[in-house]
C-alpha cells in the first residue's frame, strides 16, 4: 500500500504520466489528472447514485466487483459515491469521468455512454487499484459502428458461448454483433415453415477435425434471448443468412432451391461449394423471402446481412433456369444476374423498414442492377470502392488479412493488425463518413471450440477495439504494448482461459513460416479436386 501511494505521488508530480499507470483498452480521448487532489477509496462504501443505468447494466457492474474484489457497491447514500447521470444532448455513447476524492461523477447523453464508463472503470480498478487518483476522462468513439462477427454454421456455438462472446464485445465498447447463421456446413436458426432446415440441415456427418458429427441450431425463443441479453449490453444485432452462396445446408434440405435440383449432402469439409441458389427460378425468391420474413420480428435493429461473397457462377452459366431469367431481364451476364439478386432481396427488406448489408464478393464491379444502399462489408478493396464510397455508398471495413480473426498471426501479426487503420484511403472529407466503422469477423472453418476461439480472438480484438474507438493521435502500438500485461489480466478477470500469448501473436520468422505452412495446407487440402470431378459430373447432366 505504502508503495503505491507513492508511486501514485510521484505520478501527480508529473502530471499527465499518469496515464502510463492506468490501462485502459481502447485508450479514452483524453484521461487528466487533476493536481492538488487526492485519492478516491473505491470500496463497499462507495454509494451507486443518480443511476440512470437499468438494473441488468448494473448488476455486470456489480457481477465485476464480487468476482474480482469480493465487495459490491452500497445501495444507500454515504459519504463517497458513485453517480451515473444523463446529461441533455451529446453523442450517446459518448461520456465523462470525474474522480475526486468524494465522487465518481459520470455523465452521458445515452444510456451507453455510462455504461462504457464502467467498463473504463473496470478496468482502472483492475490495472491501477482500489485507491484511484483524481482523474477526469473524456470519451468517446472514432466510428460508429464497432463490430464482431461469429461464424456459428462451419461450428455450432450454444447460447451461452455466444453470450459470453457479447460479454468481451461489452468489455471491448464493441457494440455490433453480426452473427453469421447459414452456411454450406449447417443452417442454424429456427424457421418454421421450413422444418426440414434444422431438422436435417443442421446436422452434417463429419468434420474436418473428427468428429464422428456436429450440430446445433438456434430456437426463435433462443434467438429472441440472445438479441435481448446483446441490447442489455448496448449491442445491436445484425443477423446474416448468406445467399445466394454458403447455401449447401438448405439445397440439402430443399434440393430444388439449386440450378440441377441436385441431392446434396450438409457440407462436411470447408471450401467454396459451386452449387448455389438458383437465382432463375421463382421459387428461390419465395423461399428466401419467407425466410426473411419469418426472422424479420426476430431482429429489432434494422439491418439485415444477405452475405453475397463467393457464389461462383458456374452452375448459372449452365442453367436454363439462370439463362432464360438472364435474358428476360436483360442481364448482360452472371455477375448481373447476382447483383439483380441481391437487390431483389434488398428491396424485400426495404420494404419493411431494414437496410441491408452485403460482402462485397471478390472485385465486386458494380453495376446499375446492384442498388446503392445496400451497404458493402469489405473484405477486399476492389478498384471501384473509393467511387462507390463518394457516390454515396456506405460501407464496414472488414478487409480479411488485418480484421479476420481466424488467420494465422504468422500471416497477419498483431503489430500489422493495430497499424492497419480502417480509412479507405484517396477519398475527401464529407464521402469518408460513409464509411461507418470497421468489424472484425471470426470464421470458424478451423475453430471449432472456445479454446481455438480465444486463441484467435485474443489479443486481437483488443487491437482493433482500440483503432475502432480511438482516434490515431491518441493511440500508440508502443503504448498498447505497455498496457498488454493488464489486458491479459483483464481477459482472466472476464473468464477468458486460452487468449494467445504476445509471443505467438508475435511470432518470429521461422514460427510465422509454421502457423503459414499449417494454415494452407489445410487449405489446399479441401480446395480443388472434388470440385474438379463434380463439376465434370453437373456438365455431363447438363449436355443431356
Ligand atoms: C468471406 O470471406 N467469405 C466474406
Ligand atoms: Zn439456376
Redesign the pocket.
Known amino acids: 500500500m505504502q508503495t503505491k501511494i507513492a508511486i501514485m505521488a510521484w505520478y501527480k508530480i508529473l502530471g499527465r504520466l499518469v496515464i502510463f499507470m492506468i490501462h485502459i483498452i481502447p485508450e479514452p480521448k483524453s484521461l487528466f489528472l487533476q493536481k492538488g487532489k487526492g485519492l478516491f477509496p473505491f470500496s463497499a462504501n462507495t454509494a451507486l447514485v443518480n443511476t440512470a443505468l437499468p438494473q441488468a447494466a448494473i448488476e455486470d457492474f456489480q457481477k465485476f466487483l464480487s468476482q474480482n474484489f469480493h465487495f459490491q457497491l452500497s445501495k444507500t447514500a454515504g459519504d463517497m459515491q458513485l453517480s451515473l447521470t444523463l446529461s441533455e444532448e451529446g453523442n450517446p455513447e459518448a461520456y465523462r469521468m470525474d474522480i475526486s476524492e468524494k465522487e465518481i461523477s459520470v455523465t452521458s447523453a445515452g444510456e451507453a455512454g455510462l455504461f462504457y464508463a464502467l467498463q473504463t472503470l473496470k478496468q482502472i480498478l483492475l490495472s491501477g487499484g482500489l485507491e484511484i487518483p483524481s482523474l477526469v476522462i473524456d470519451d468517446c468513439p472514432l466510428y460508429p459502428y464497432r463490430g464482431f462477427m461469429l461464424d456459428v454454421g462451419r461450428y455450432f456455438y450454444p447460447v451461452d458461448e455466444v453470450k459470453h462472446f457479447i460479454d468481451m464485445m461489452a468489455v471491448h465498447k464493441l457494440n455490433v454483433f453480426h452473427w453469421h447463421l447459414t452456411e454450406d456446413q449447417g443452417w442454424r436458426v429456427e424457421i418454421k415453415k421450413y422444418p426440414r432446415l434444422t431438422e436435417f440441415g443442421s446436422k452434417r456427418s463429419h468434420t474436418n477435425f473428427g468428429h464422428k458429427s456436429h450440430g446445433g441450431f438456434y430456437t426463435q425463443d433462443e434467438v429472441r434471448e440472445v438479441v435481448a441479453y446483446a441490447h442489455s449490453k448496448y449491442i445491436r444485432v445484425i443477423p446474416e443468412i448468406d445467399m445466394p452462396g454458403h447455401m449447401q445446408s438448405a439445397i440439402a434440405c430443399y434440393p430444388e432451391l439449386s440450378c440441377f435440383d441436385r441431392s446434396l449432402p450438409v457440407a462436411t469439409h470447408w471450401g467454396v461449394k459451386h452449387d448455389i441458389l438458383c437465382a432463375g427460378k421463382e421459387s428461390t425468391y419465395r423461399f428466401v423471402c419467407d425466410v426473411l420474413d419469418e426472422l424479420i420480428p426476430l431482429f429489432p435493429d434494422g439491418y439485415f446481412h444477405i452475405g453475397g461473397?463467393?457464389a461462383v457462377k458456374m452452375r448459372w452459366k449452365l442453367c436454363p433456369h439462370c439463362q432464360a431469367f438472364l435474358k428476360k431481364m436483360g442481364l448482360k451476364d452472371e455477375e448481373e444476374l447476382q447483383q439483380y439478386f441481391m437487390s431483389r432481396v434488398n428491396r424485400h427488406l426495404k420494404e419493411q423498414g431494414f437496410t441491408s448489408m452485403m460482402?462485397n464478393w471478390d472485385s465486386v464491379e458494380a453495376t446499375e442492377w446492384l442498388d446503392r444502399d445496400i451497404v458493402w462489408q469489405m473484405?477486399g478493396m476492389p478498384k471501384n470502392t473509393q467511387s462507390e464510397i463518394m457516390a454515396g455508398r456506405r460501407m464496414v471495413n472488414s478487409v480479411?488479412f488485418p480484421y479476420y480473426l481466424d488467420l494465422p498471426y504468422g500471416w497477419f501479426n498483431l503489430q500489422k493488425t493495430y497499424e492497419n487503420t480502417p480509412e479507405i484511403p484517396n477519398i475527401d472529407e464529407t464521402s469518408a463518413k460513409n464509411l461507418l466503422g470497421l468489424e472484425a469477423p471470426l470464421w470458424t472453418e478451423y475453430v471449432p471450440n472456445m479454446k481455438k476461439a480465444d486463441y484467435c480472438t485474443y489479443p486481437r480484438l483488443g487491437a482493433i477495439a482500440e483503432i475502432a474507438w480511438t482516434a490515431p493521435q491518441n493511440r500508440s502500438w508502443k503504448h498498447f504494448l505497455q498496457k498488454l500485461d493488464d489486458y491479459y489480466r483483464l481477459l482472466s478477470a472476464c473468464g477468458v482461459k486460452h487468449p494467445a500469448t504476445l509471443k505467438q501473436a508475435m511470432p518470429g520468422t521461422l514460427r510465422a513460416k509454421g502457423y503459414s505452412l499449417w494454415f494452407n495446407r489445410r487449405q489446399l487440402h479441401w480446395a480443388g479436386l472434388h470440385n474438379l470431378i463434380d463439376d465434370a459430373n453437373v456438365k455431363r447432366l447438363a449436355s443431356k
Do not use: F, R, Y
Request: glycine content about 0%; proline content about 0%; hydrophobic content about 20%.
Open positions: 461473397d463467393e460482402w473484405c480479411s
